[in-house]
């Protein structure tokens, strides 16, 4: 057993024995000296504490030393009306502390009372309440605050679970204050009640046991009680004391000691002004000058000293921080700091700031984060941290988005305007600044707060700017994912899915295949808009093919037509008939002749006349499917799919290519073309 644990066993199972059997006088001196000392203690461990959570189990120490002290009251009280000698520590403070007077003590032990219940205890219980309630309140924006740093990359993973952690410290603390500072109100009412019950007591056990008269007997076990009362209020008062300093600190940068003397000495002008008003008051009135005039020029002396002090201080902080920047510029890590690329960023021009500053009423941050678990829940990875920065190089309402430091996209917004977007069946226009939407570029124009009504009700699409930028970068995001998957990316996707499937893990990797094999089948699988959440389904697949090639474009249309279900769920209906366009095995054996197998993969050889026969051919039959308002999806055999794909892949854009083996047997498909050279 540690000895911590011998030492508060022992302090609880003592309460609990003292409340059952007597305690001789000479070891309840101790005892009270003791729980003064333990009172002073946890004064002084409270004053000093830099914030709340350095006494995190205050609340059970408050549960504690109450029980203890009650045990005392119960013990004194005993020796009190049983023997008239509960020990020198009480007579002490009876005769000493309460002046040896009737009148005197029991003014005193009243003022102590109520100064503890109505002035500590009530504030104490107050404070507690309020601070538990906004604490309790705050969490969501603390939570969503943290959410908002993670992901600017202001701090790193361990950090976030650190602060979602003390956050919830600070919530079960807090709550747990809030109900502690009932056993303190308790405490003093219950000190009250027992001092009344001693005198009562003391003087019918002094009258009829030890035939007193009844003003000795008053004067005795009064004198005595209140001596008692004193004893176990003053710890009591402590304690009560304690519990409003811990409640009521406010920083945690600083000890309470320091923050006291910085605030109060911290103003000079105070102390001359308050100088001048002690020596005005001496000379003027009748108040002792001899005390008032020596007072308020210590004061003036005292603020004059002060000036000089923080001026010096001044001077010493600016040449501190221009050493500071002077170490900085020489550190040589300043230039290998600059090394470092983002995988996402986006910068805007000052104009766009009050949209992602949370003190503005801006939400981008949050739509941020939505944005990464949007991503994650319908492709199964985690995007980067999406770094957002502001640039004063930009024009004030233009933002840029950078892939791994290069700008693949941007746009420009019109900051308290709303873009409206005509479906293709709005019959009235509107008027408005014209522009284009920056995601998918189609036309639209910018609206005022005031014509916003008007425009939905005539069947435009009205988009407000966070929404626009949001948007915009969710699929500039989902048209690179594949290339911002990295190997620890996958390296951490295989640790996830190994918690649960070690075995299967263990059998592909690295026995079968590496993590770089690996993460090149999964960014091709997220090249065309393939989720891998289903990474069981996929790692199962590559078990059962690694052992035959390591090719990975062949291991990825394995992995697709094991995912046919949701392929099939993504491009079909079954409700309907599917219209595509089907590839002439003619041209799928060309194409098939014309792939060069190397050790660094396969490439197509076919000659470029070939080439631009069969894309002038997709484009037709493209151009057709769009003319009837379908979807672009051509349907080739397996072992052609991913060439084929790659073949179209630079000349038409968003064409959903698909194999027979990744389709359900119960999607109805219907051909309305072929491709042909």
Do not use: C
């Not at 005892?31 to 461990?45: Q, T």
């Amino acid at each position: 057993m540690k000895k911590s644990d011998l030492f508060v066993g022992l302090y609880i199972l003592a309460a609990v024995v003292f409340l059952i059997v007597s305690v001789p006088s000479a070891l309840l001196d101790v005892l009270l000296a003791f729980n003064m000392a333990v009172a002073l203690v946890i004064l002084f461990m409270a004053l000093f504490s830099k914030e709340p959570l350095d006494m995190q189990a205050f609340p059970t120490i408050l549960l504690f030393t109450t029980i203890f002290r009650i045990s005392l009251n119960v013990s004194s009280t005993k020796l009190i009306i049983g023997t008239g000698d509960p020990g020198n520590v009480v007579r002490a403070f009876g005769e000493f502390v309460g002046g040896n007077d009737l009148v005197i003590g029991i003014i005193v032990f009243l003022i102590l009372i109520l100064v503890q219940f109505l002035v500590i205890n009530k504030g104490t219980e107050r404070v507690a309440e309020v601070t538990a309630r906004f604490t309790l309140d705050a969490m969501p924006g603390k939570q969503m605050a943290i959410d908002a740093d993670l992901n600017t990359g202001a701090i790193t993973d361990k950090e976030a679970i650190a602060r979602r952690e003390k956050i919830q410290q600070e919530s079960s603390f807090f709550g747990a204050m809030d109900g502690a500072t009932k056993y303190v109100k308790g405490d003093a009412t219950a000190g009250l009640i027992i001092t009344v019950i001693n005198i009562v007591g003391g003087v019918i056990m002094g009258v009829m046991r030890k035939g007193m008269s009844i003003n000795d007997a008053l004067s005795t076990y009064t004198i005595l009680t209140i001596g008692d009362g004193l004893v176990s209020q003053i710890p009591s008062l402590l304690i009560s004391l304690s519990t409003g300093i811990i409640i009521t600190k406010a920083t945690k940068d600083k000890d309470l000691t320091q923050e006291l003397v910085e605030e109060l000495f911290s103003m000079p002008k105070a102390f001359f002004m308050v100088g001048g008003a002690m020596i005005f008051l001496g000379v003027v009135t009748p108040l002792p000058w001899y005390i008032f005039v020596p007072f308020g020029i210590l004061l003036i002396v005292w603020g004059n000293t002060q000036k000089k002090r923080m001026a010096i201080g001044s001077i010493e902080q600016e040449a501190d921080i221009a050493d500071e920047e002077a170490n900085e510029i020489r550190k040589p890590e300043n230039v290998t700091s600059l090394l470092q690329v983002d995988p996402i960023e986006l910068e805007f021009g000052y104009g766009i700031i009050p949209l992602a500053d949370a003190s503005q009423g801006g939400d981008l941050l949050d739509r941020v984060v939505m944005i990464r678990r949007q991503i994650a829940i319908e492709l199964g990875t985690v995007v980067p941290i999406i770094r957002l920065r502001d640039n004063i190089q930009l024009n004030p309402n233009q933002y840029i988005i950078k892939i791994k430091g290069i700008q693949v996209s941007e746009g420009e917004i019109l900051f308290d305007h709303y873009m409206a977007m005509n479906p293709g069946y709005v019959e009235e226009e509107i008027t408005g600044i014209p522009t284009f939407e920056p995601s998918f570029h189609l036309p639209a124009i910018w609206i005022t707060e005031g014509q916003r009504e008007r425009a939905e009700s005539l069947g435009y699409t009205v988009v407000d700017p966070p929404s626009i930028i949001a948007t915009h970068l969710t699929e500039v995001v989902r048209s690179h994912i594949a290339e911002l998957l990295t190997r620890q990316d996958t390296q951490n996707l295989i640790n996830n899915l190994k918690e649960n499937n070690p075995t299967l893990v263990e059998e592909l990797v690295p026995k079968l295949m590496n993590v770089g094999e690996i993460q090149k089948v999964l960014q091709n699988l997220l090249e065309e808009g393939i989720s891998i959440r289903d990474l069981l389904t996929i790692f199962e697949t590559l078990a059962d093919h690694a052992a035959t090639t390591h090719d990975p474009d062949i291991l990825t249309e394995s992995a697709r037509q094991s995912l046919k279900r949701a392929i099939s769920n993504k491009y079909f209906s079954e409700n309907e008939t599917t219209s595509v366009v089907t590839l002439d095995p003619t041209v799928e054996q060309e194409i098939m002749g014309a792939v060069k197998q190397t050790e660094q993969g396969a490439y197509l050889t076919l000659a470029p006349d070939r080439t631009q026969k069969i894309v002038n051919s997709v484009k037709q039959e493209v151009e057709k499917l769009e003319n009837m308002g379908k979807s672009p999806i051509i349907i080739t055999s397996p072992i052609v799919r991913i060439y084929f794909k790659k073949l179209i892949n630079d000349y038409v854009k968003d064409l959903t290519v698909v194999s027979y083996n990744e389709i359900e047997s119960s999607v109805e498909l219907q051909s309305v073309g072929m491709v042909t050279a």
